[in-house]
């Protein structure tokens, strides 16, 4: 089963952007949904991107055209490109499957305040 290791996170100013990485420790290219979550404290984790067959993706509407999903099949990585950051996008960031596998990473915090 492939595993997930997410970098990238840390504190940012309103307005400002991130960008998160996942490695995964095998071959994702025949994985047909990966998705970034994110958690807070006291709720579940919540899927704010993540990427479709063909190319699609799909986001939240808290994010949407704040930020971008992408996949390199070739390495085994996913992104998030975070723009326009806002204090309610402060969270634990995973990446994982869609729908997503009992195995979760440590994540990586991410925190927008000013």
């Known amino acids: 089963q492939v595993q997930f290791v997410e970098a990238g996170g840390g504190w940012v100013q309103p307005g400002g952007s991130l960008r998160l990485s996942c490695a995964a420790s095998g071959s994702i290219s025949r994985i047909r949904r990966l998705g970034w979550y994110r958690q807070t404290p006291g709720n579940q984790r919540m899927l704010v991107a993540g990427t479709r067959e063909y190319g699609g993706t799909k986001y939240h509407e808290s994010v949407r055209d704040r930020f971008i999903v992408s996949r390199d099949n070739a390495n085994s990585m996913l992104y998030l490109q975070m723009n326009n950051l806002k204090p309610e996008d402060t969270g634990v960031y995973y990446c994982?499957?869609?729908?997503?596998?009992?195995?979760w990473g440590q994540g990586t915090q991410v925190t927008v305040s000013s």
């Open positions: 994982n499957t869609e729908p997503p596998s009992e195995d």
